[in-house]
């Protein structure tokens, strides 16, 4: 195949596993909405629910560090050199063994974390709470463990599937999750209260794993009951996970001192940053996710080969897609988030204070949403070539800047100075990350990549315009709100559309062209 062929079945390859595990991740990003809608009629924004978001960061924090992204990042490299080898045996093997260790090892933490659960919380979780509301966050963490003991297992069939590069079903799973919430806010909540809400989520895991079941047995599963740990393969996943599992510890970690210092602010302001931060996950997961995940296996086998071009080529044009999505989309948070909050959220139990402190949220973590889903992707860069240590210094930098300037931040700003230090933080890291990597590769085609950013903030600031203009044409007509929001969002697209077309910017065409198996770079 020449250099030309097979850069454009690449990018055929991208685009369309890219576009479906986009179309997969926003199935699930409609479960969370219908999740959130029940829970917020039900419960409002107050107390109760900060202690369940609240119970959620240990369980969070145990898993990152056992079985999270580091598993897939370190994992994935290594089972794919069994299956280029043709030795599936030796795969399905490598699988068995670290399944059995991260049961074992999520089973240990989860016990120990399960006995020392109040005083977790009283000293390090949530300070600021009440003691009640202190023993209610232990005994939902307590529930919630369960769930990461089966998110672990889930962790490393998703990691297998992507070994053999199916995407589907592992995409699917997140759609799973928030349904067994949902059963558990219809069914148990009336009798159960908040805790029905902790079962549901054990539930939700549960569906997360069986799905992808139909999958693991057409690629021919097979379990040992083995560790292997003397093996070359199991220990050269272990020892490439150890940096990366730091790196997501010092996520968590930095969201577990985010609600801490949330904790001491108003009731309701850990579930308003909560809810904030979902509502610009939805965008950040079905675009930079999507792309990182998919890009991830490509940028390995370009990294083994050796093939800089390649790699340089793969970063820089689904950057730039990357950047083409999700700048319009954060403005789109900031223009239209309340009422879109209020449509979605607004009733029974949670009224309009509550929507206002969520957009609050939203907005300030808004800003951070180019930079979120571009860490995706170059933190899979490095990744790629093996190189988890650099990011991991540069992530504890990140963290330690999120953290002093949520303190000064928070009391400017209440809960919004913790959302805005949060996309502070994470723009500086990306930009050092992407500086690391110009100089390491030479060039990541940086000229393109801010050519693009100019061009598509400009066709944001035309889409602007125009919401904020048919925001004001229709307060005067006095359209109702699902009419105004329509009306805004499709007239802000149709510009930005027609906006980057004049402009000539070559991401608009990047993935129908790679459907149809034409390259436009």
């Not at 690449?10 to 029940?38: D, E, K, P, Y």
């Not at 003691?131 to 998110?151: C, D, G, H, K, Y």
């Given at each position: ?10 990018n ?5 596993n ?16 219908l999740r ?16 369940y ?16 992204g ?60 009440d ?7 232990a ?11 089966i ?8 990691s ?15 759609a799973?999750?928030?349904?067994g919430?949902v ?11 908040i ?6 989520a054990?539930?939700g ?16 599963f097979h ?5 292997d740990?003397?093996?070359?393969a199991?220990?050269s ?7 990366r599992?730091?790196?997501?510890a010092?996520?968590q ?7 801490n ?13 909560e809810?904030?931060?979902d ?7 079905i675009i ?31 950057l730039?897609?990357v ?13 239209l ?38 860490l ?32 000064i931040?928070?009391?400017?700003l ?19 990350l ?18 693009t ?20 044409l229709?307060a005067n007509?006095e ?22 077309l004049?402009l ?7 993935i ?10």
């Amino acid at each position: 195949m020449t250099p030309s062929a097979e850069h454009t079945a690449r990018n055929r390859h991208l685009a369309r596993n890219t576009l479906l595990v986009a179309a997969s991740f926003g199935l699930a990003a409609a479960g969370g909405l219908l999740r959130n809608m029940i829970i917020a009629r039900q419960f409002g924004l107050g107390a109760e629910l900060d202690a369940y978001f609240a119970a959620f960061r240990l369980p969070d924090l145990l898993f990152t560090i056992v079985a999270g992204g580091a598993l897939a990042t370190a994992f994935i490299p290594i089972f794919a050199e069994f299956l280029s080898a043709g030795e599936r045996s030796g795969a399905w093997r490598l699988a068995s063994a670290i399944t059995n260790l991260v049961v074992l090892v999520t089973l240990g933490f989860a016990l120990l974390v399960g006995l020392f659960a109040p005083w977790l919380v009283r000293v390090f979780i949530a300070p600021g709470f009440d003691p009640a509301q202190q023993s209610e966050t232990a005994e939902l963490m307590r529930l919630l463990l369960l769930s990461t003991v089966i998110f672990g297992i889930s962790s490393v069939q998703s990691s297998v599937l992507h070994g053999f590069k199916h995407f589907l079903l592992p995409a699917l799973a997140p759609a799973m999750y928030p349904l067994g919430v949902v059963l558990g806010a219809l069914w148990l909540a009336p009798t159960y209260g908040i805790k029905g809400l902790a079962i549901g989520a054990v539930a939700g895991s549960l569906f997360h794993l069986l799905v992808k079941v139909p999958g693991l047995i057409h690629f021919g599963f097979h379990w040992w009951p083995v560790l292997d740990l003397k093996t070359r393969a199991v220990r050269s996943v272990l020892i490439l996970m150890g940096p990366r599992i730091l790196d997501l510890a010092v996520f968590q970690l930095t969201l577990v001192a985010t609600t801490n210092l949330a904790s001491r602010l108003d009731a309701g302001s850990v579930s308003a940053l909560e809810w904030g931060w979902d509502a610009m996950q939805l965008p950040e997961t079905i675009i930079g996710t999507a792309f990182g995940l998919v890009a991830f296996p490509t940028m390995a086998e370009l990294a083994a080969r050796k093939d800089m071009a390649g790699l340089r080529d793969t970063l820089s044009e689904t950057l730039r897609a990357v950047c083409t999505l999700t700048i319009p989309a954060a403005a789109g948070l900031i223009l239209l988030g309340r009422p879109l909050l209020g449509l979605l959220y607004q009733r029974g139990n949670f009224d309009a204070a509550a929507t206002e402190a969520v957009f609050i949220a939203l907005r300030f973590f808004a800003l951070g949403l180019v930079a979120h889903a571009g860490l995706e992707l170059i933190a899979r860069a490095f990744f790629a070539q093996k190189d988890t240590v650099t990011p991991l210094l540069i992530a504890v930098a990140a963290a330690v800047m999120n953290i002093l300037l949520s303190i000064i931040l928070m009391q400017l700003l209440g809960h919004g100075g913790l959302a805005l230090a949060n996309s502070l933080a994470v723009s500086a890291e990306v930009i050092v990350l992407l500086y690391v990597l110009r100089k390491r590769w030479g060039s990541i085609h940086g000229r393109d990549i801010l050519q693009t950013i100019g061009k598509v903030l400009l066709a944001t600031l035309a889409m602007s315009l125009v919401i904020i203009l048919v925001f004001s044409l229709a307060a005067n007509a006095e359209f109702g709100q699902i009419s105004t929001l329509l009306a805004a969002s499709s007239a802000g697209l149709v510009t930005f559309v027609a906006a980057g077309l004049l402009l000539r910017e070559k991401t608009f065409k990047l993935i129908p062209a790679s459907l149809l198996g034409r390259s436009t770079w």
